[in-house]
């Protein structure tokens, strides 16, 4: 039997006792900041066309290679190597 996790919850946790109320002020406001900017990004609930991942083997020191991946309809995966410096990948 499979493990399940607990369901997501739409509030953070409340701040622990003690804590400097401007800290836990600008830490709401970020968590809420980040919640909204992430909404509409990537949806929980639907498909994307690809995603871009880094190697995960590169050396100490070193700027990882970034890869686009993307799958064909026949369930072909399709990796393209993406410059850094900020060129479209979907090109």
Known sequence: ??????????????PPVGSDPA?????QQYTAWIQNQLAGKVGSNGAQS????QASNAPAGVTPNIYLLQVSQTGVLATTPVPLG???PTR
Request: glycine letters at 4%; aromatic letters at 4%; charged letters at 0%.
């Open 1 to 14: 039997m499979a493990v399940q996790s607990p369901p997501a919850s739409s509030a953070p946790p409340p």
């Open 86 to 88: 900020g060129s479209n």
């Open 50 to 53: 690809s995603i871009m991942l």
């Open 23 to 27: 800290l836990v002020n600008y830490l």
